[in-house]
Every structure is written in C-alpha cells, then in structure tokens.
C-alpha cells in the first residue's frame, strides 16, 4: 500500500512533532492473562491518540501541494485534535464538527488547540453529512475521516510495534472508521509479517463486521457506546476494502466489556484508556483461552476519557452512551 520511502518520509514529519510511544510488556497484565502482551501506547501522544500521527502527515502534504486553505471536518474527538493540532503546524485555520452530545472534555481539548467547534446532530454519520454542507458553504476544504495519507502516518505505530517487539502472532485494534485497522494490516503486510490482524469492534456499533461478513456495506440504524471512538454507522468504502482483504477476524464486545478492560489497564499499568483505546483488551480477554502461549500485540489507541466516565468506571460500573 506504501512504499519504503514513503513510510520513511511519514515518520520523519511525526517525529519532528513527537518521538516514537513505548510499546511495554506489563508484567502485572501479563500475569492476569496468561499471555505474553505488547501493549503499544499511543495514549502517549501530543494529543492523547494515535490520530495525530495522520493528521501530522496529511496537513504536511496539503501543504506541500500548495494547499494552505482553511480546512473542516467531523469527528468524534480524536481526529478532531488531530487536524488543528497538525494545521496550526502548517499555518491552516480548522474548522471542527462534532455531534450533540460529544465528548465534553474532547471538545474542550478541541477548542484548546485553536479550532472552531460546531455542534450539530445526533451521532458522528449526521455530523459529517453537515460537514460537508458546511465546507460548501464556506469555501473550506474537508478532511474526510478516512484517507490514504491519515493511514500513512498512522501505520508508523505499527511499524514501530513490530520492530521493537518482533513478530507477534496477533495484534488487536479497534474500528472506528479505519484508518487504526488499515495501518496495521499495511504494516503487516509492508514487513512480510505472518501476524494475524484481529479487529474489535463494538457490538452497538458493528457495521464493519456485518459488512466483511457479507461482502457489501451495510449500515447501522444506531451506534449507541461510550466508547465513542467506534461509534460509526456507515463503513468507509475504502476502508471496508482494506480490511476485508486484509484483516482475520473481526471480534465484536459489548460495553460491559470494554469498562472491564479499562479498569484492567489501570489496575495493571495505571494508564487511562478510553474506550476505544480498551477495546482490543476487552477482545483479547474475551479469547484468552485461544492465545494462550502465543505472543499479542494490543493498540491502546487513546486515553481521551471523560473524568465522570472513568469514575464511573472506577466505581465498577459501566458509563451510558
């Protein structure tokens, strides 16, 4: 899907903005599953996710091209970091759309970095249809969530999992629209790895595997889960072309299971997942028995939780969507 110097030149833009995350093997993790873990923490990013990886490259290319036009697009939150983190760099005004009812502390994080927040519709699918109104209207050029040059920069992660973990016979991501899941099965198969790419999706929010299974896109009347990082109704086309050609199996888990799988993360390693970000443990917990001796990468991919959200974790139960 890339080539050698392109992956080389993706991680020489990042790098100028951070250094490579840590991947760990946690011992007390590893202890309470009986599995060697990799966990690869892009929690550990500028902006608290792996996004900004693709937003650091795509904003360097725009400008590049010559294109320094302000830029909009939709989000959930993560992505929505990303671009005015990566824009400022490049001298770009972000214009950020996000659904009612978002993240409060994203939006914040948001309007932080410098970027204008919209707010309107119910779920990520509405935002971005007004999105792309919106770019018309404005004249703004519109960042989609999916794009060849966001996989680019966010395959770097992978990358640097396999090489300072080796192969590892599974790796566990999240999908939300699927650039996450695309960089890993690029790096996978840019490296000649034998490694199996397993995907987690969550079951209120399952239009990826309900697509790979029938081999066509089929959307979803809802994308009710806190962990709104996978909260997507309509496969990327593109998307959905990488991963049914490139991914092995696509694990759905439910809420309940995603709030056990942070508070296994913070009891084991302290750190804060969001739910996306604990979503590949939470499939990883749920076929431990499987993995018994092999060797697993899992992609932490974010810590961008909301505070009552992760106490209401901490107090053993499991947030509302």
Same mark, same amino acid.
């Given at each position: 899907?890339?080539?050698?110097?392109?992956?080389?030149?993706?991680?020489?833009?990042?790098?100028?903005?951070?250094?490579?995350?840590?991947?760990?093997?946690?011992?007390?993790?590893?202890?309470?599953?009986?599995?060697?873990?990799?966990?690869?923490?892009?929690?550990?990013?500028?902006?608290?996710?792996?996004?900004?990886?693709?937003?650091?490259?795509?904003?360097?290319?725009?400008?590049?091209?010559?294109?320094?036009?302000?830029?909009?697009?939709?989000?959930?939150?993560?992505?929505?970091?990303?671009?005015?983190?990566?824009? #400022?760099? +490049?001298?770009?005004?972000?214009?950020?759309? /996000?659904?009612? !009812?978002?993240?409060? @502390?994203? %939006?914040? =994080?948001?309007?932080?970095?410098?970027?204008?927040?919209?707010?309107?519709?119910?779920?990520?699918?509405?935002?971005?249809?007004?999105?792309?109104?919106?770019?018309?209207?404005?004249?703004?050029?519109?960042?989609?969530?999916?794009?060849?040059?966001?996989?680019?920069?966010?395959?770097?992660?992978?990358?640097?999992?396999?090489?300072?973990?080796?192969?590892?016979?599974?790796?566990?991501?999240?999908?939300?629209?699927?650039?996450?899941?695309?960089?890993?099965?690029?790096?996978?198969?840019?490296?000649?790895?034998?490694?199996?790419?397993?995907?987690?999706? #969550?079951? +209120?929010?399952?239009?990826?595997?309900?697509? /790979?299974?029938? !081999?066509?896109?089929? @959307?979803? %009347?809802? =994308?009710?889960?806190?962990?709104?990082?996978?909260?997507?109704?309509?496969?990327?086309?593109?998307?959905?072309?990488?991963?049914?050609?490139?991914?092995?199996?696509?694990?759905?888990?439910?809420?309940?299971?995603?709030?056990?799988?942070?508070?296994?993360?913070?009891?084991?390693?302290?750190?804060?997942?969001?739910?996306?970000?604990?979503?590949?443990?939470?499939?990883?917990?749920?076929?431990?028995?499987?993995?018994?001796?092999?060797?697993?990468?899992?992609?932490?991919?974010?810590?961008?939780?909301?505070?009552?959200?992760?106490?209401?974790?901490?107090?053993?139960?499991?947030?509302?969507?």
């Amino acid at each position: 899907m890339f080539t050698a110097d392109e992956i080389a030149d993706a991680r020489a833009i990042i790098h100028e903005a951070m250094p490579p995350t840590p991947q760990y093997a946690w011992p007390l993790l590893q202890a309470e599953l009986g599995i060697e873990t990799w966990v690869k923490h892009e929690n550990h990013t500028p902006t608290g996710a792996f996004k900004v990886r693709g937003g650091l490259v795509h904003m360097r290319k725009r400008a590049e091209r010559g294109e320094t036009n302000g830029v909009i697009t939709a989000t959930r939150g993560n992505h929505g970091q990303s671009i005015p983190y990566a824009a #400022s760099r +490049n001298g770009v005004k972000a214009t950020i759309v /996000v659904p009612h !009812g978002n993240s409060v @502390e994203k %939006n914040a =994080a948001i309007k932080a970095l410098g970027a204008e927040l919209v707010e309107t519709g119910q779920d990520f699918d509405e935002a971005r249809v007004t999105c792309m109104q919106m770019a018309a209207d404005r004249g703004l050029d519109m960042v989609p969530s999916f794009h060849r040059e966001l996989v680019l920069g966010v395959s770097t992660y992978a990358h640097e999992l396999f090489e300072a973990a080796g192969e590892l016979d599974a790796v566990y991501v999240p999908i939300g629209m699927g650039s996450g899941c695309s960089g890993v099965i690029s790096a996978r198969d840019h490296l000649g790895l034998k490694t199996r790419v397993i995907a987690v999706v #969550s079951e +209120n929010a399952n239009c990826y595997k309900l697509s /790979v299974d029938a !081999g066509r896109a089929i @959307e979803t %009347n809802s =994308a009710e889960t806190f962990a709104d990082g996978m909260a997507v109704r309509v496969p990327h086309p593109d998307a959905l072309e990488i991963i049914s050609r490139g991914v092995d199996e696509i694990v759905e888990v439910s809420d309940d299971q995603v709030a056990d799988a942070i508070r296994l993360y913070y009891r084991a390693t302290h750190n804060v997942a969001e739910g996306a970000g604990a979503a590949p443990l939470a499939g990883l917990m749920a076929q431990r028995e499987a993995m018994r001796g092999k060797r697993v990468g899992l992609i932490l991919c974010g810590g961008n939780i909301d505070t009552g959200k992760m106490a209401t974790v901490l107090e053993g139960k499991t947030p509302a969507p």
